[in-house]
């Protein structure tokens, strides 16, 4: 990497003056002096016979969720994971710097799979504390990610999901930061439903003495935003399905002339969508893609946040193999897809695709990213470490998968106090609860003082709150749903926390508890029966009855298929995030007193008798 970042106009002629063989952008609609600037350096390569065989590799990530450094924000510490894995692009950096020395620069793309804007305090801050969109006449920030970002040469980069959570403004800044493309061709705009970004881009791969080869990257996105970031893209985007869009542009790449076709999903391998039937289209449709989808040779996977090395399927239409590969999360992975190509009849033809993921935890982080990103990563961790309060006792979430456990009545306080104050008189009058779910089993607010990064580790998503109105029945089926995050335990057999939760694959992140009501779960009993003594104020909830249910954006939006919640009337929304509304609390009442809000209303049964007595 050199010592200053070049941009692309400076490093495309700097090889073309040295008569190196690069990879070159080229965009769809690159401008008439790019263009020009790509046939540079393409003669100066002597009489060689012309080579038959070529190799390239495309690197690839996902999910950085705006990890820079091996380092959580919430514990204020080097990051640290059951497996040992180290976090950050400036690690992944070194790999890349590594990959591109070993097999030429002139042979490495780099492409991002999304969800790089949101995830960590670092990203809270560049989006709402000093916004990358600026504040009031005065100009804001780069964003860190974008810094980093540049400065490694990306090529490409799909949108997650979760670079709409901030709002289309940010992201457009965002965008605009980026010296690479964002893709996302199933992101259209919702009048014209034309493409809002581009679909995607076409790669050069000089080759001395032969034809470029050339290498289209097809973004796709996830159709799941129309349901998670509805409120920020309601009116103004809408999203296809990935293999819908996909059968559109592939063909088009193909007749454009490119040689290999890689796409860049943030979408997850397994045909699975934890929307239900909300959507007509599937949220994790990678293989479908490959599957249905003729003329693709390599699908860089995300979204799933799992280690897939190599993963092959099979077109049905040509019976061709895709090579598919998804390299986890936070920078924790790099995925290399290897090309072997071999040149019949002045055309480039793909003749071995493999991949494989690099694991980054044992080499340095790269100089040159640390000290672009240094002083932001320390602002950021001076602003976590402000103490916005005390609190009497500590608060553990370590049980509350399993136990109804103060630090979560601390988030259904602020979430029904909130939606509280923004009801009208008619929807005043009826009963309040919240839901919520244990994002984080490491959270912990100390006995003491609290600091800003106590309460954001408790709740890590950016999510918005809603008010919204269920009846008896329908609450009963919610918690119903809640309930499946349970294995069955019969009676008489003991319970082993390590192993009762999770059951059908519902994450941590899935599992609502509710609070303004009481209940108990019977594990002993078969999904679906297991909610028992459901009473409102000591008195059994009737399925006429009407509640206003405080919960989150992602939820009341669809997220995790829960039932009847996304069609339910509103009653409140709000654009404030769950996480600063917390803050908020704190810093108000100065103390944070489990006394004022700790309520034990639900708990684990078995044949009617509690597991966990209290």
Known sequence: MPSSPLNRRQFIQKSAVTGAAVAVAGTVAAAPAQAAEQVDGSHAHGHHKPPRTWSFSILGTT???????????????????????????????????????????????????????????????????????????????????????????????????????????????????????????????????????????????????????????????????????????????????????????????????????????????????????????????????????????????????????????????????????????????????????????????????????LDPKGVEEDAHITELLKADHELVVKYVNTAVGTCTADLSAAEACWKDVPVMDFIHQVQMATVATGLSSADAALPLISVAAPFSRSADIPKGDVTIRDVAGLYIYDNTLYGKKLTGAQLKDYLEFAARYYHQVPVGTAVDT????????????????????????????????????????????????????????YRANGGSGYPHIAGADIAYSSTNEIRQLMIDYVTAKKTLDPADFAVTNWRLTQGGKAVFPA
């Open 498 to 553: 390590a192993t009762v939760t999770n059951a059908n694959n519902f994450w941590d992140y899935m599992y609502d508890t509710a609070a303004g009501v009481e209940y108990d779960i019977d594990i002993a009993q078969a999904e679906g029966s297991r909610i028992k003594n459901l009473s409102y104020k000591g008195t059994p909830v009737k399925d006429d009855q009407v509640f206003v249910v405080a919960v989150n954006n």
């Open 63 to 357: 999910d950085l969720h705006s990890h820079v450094f091996d380092w959580d924000y919430y514990t204020d510490a080097a990051y640290k994971d059951k497996a040992g894995n180290s976090v950050g692009v400036a690690r992944v950096a070194t790999l890349i710097k590594q990959q591109r020395a070993e097999k030429g620069e002139h042979r490495v793309l780099l492409v991002d799979a999304g969800d790089i804007i949101q995830g960590t305090s670092l990203a809270y801050y560049y989006a709402r504390v000093d916004p990358i969109l600026g504040t009031k006449g005065k100009r804001g920030p780069k964003h860190p990610m974008a810094v980093a970002m540049n400065a490694m040469r990306y090529d490409a980069a799909a949108l997650g999901n979760h670079e709409f959570n901030y709002g289309i403004d940010t992201l457009r800044k965002f965008e605009s930061q980026c010296r690479f493309p964002l893709l996302a061709a199933n992101a259209l705009d919702a009048k014209t439903l034309r493409p809002a970004f581009q679909p995607y881009t076409v790669k050069r791969v000089r080759v001395p003495g032969a034809p470029d080869i050339k290498v289209g990257i097809l973004g796709l996105t996830n159709p799941g935003i129309a349901l998670w970031d509805k409120d920020n893209v309601a009116g103004k985007m809408a999203f296809t399905g990935l293999v819908e869009q996909a059968k559109k542009y592939v063909p088009r790449m193909r007749a454009l002339g490119c040689d290999v076709v890689f796409l860049t999903d943030h979408s997850g391998l397994d045909g699975s969508s934890s929307y239900g039937n909300e959507l007509p289209y599937v949220e994790n449709a990678s293989n479908l893609v490959a599957e249905q989808v003729p003329g693709i040779d390599a699908i860089l996977v995300g979204h799933t946040h799992t280690e897939v090395s190599s993963y092959t399927v099979t077109n049905k239409e040509t019976g061709k193999d895709v090579v598919l590969s998804e390299p986890y999360c936070y920078g924790m992975r790099l995925t290399v897809f290897d090309f072997e190509l071999e040149l019949e009849r002045g055309q480039w033809k793909v003749t071995s695709t493999k991949a494989k993921t």
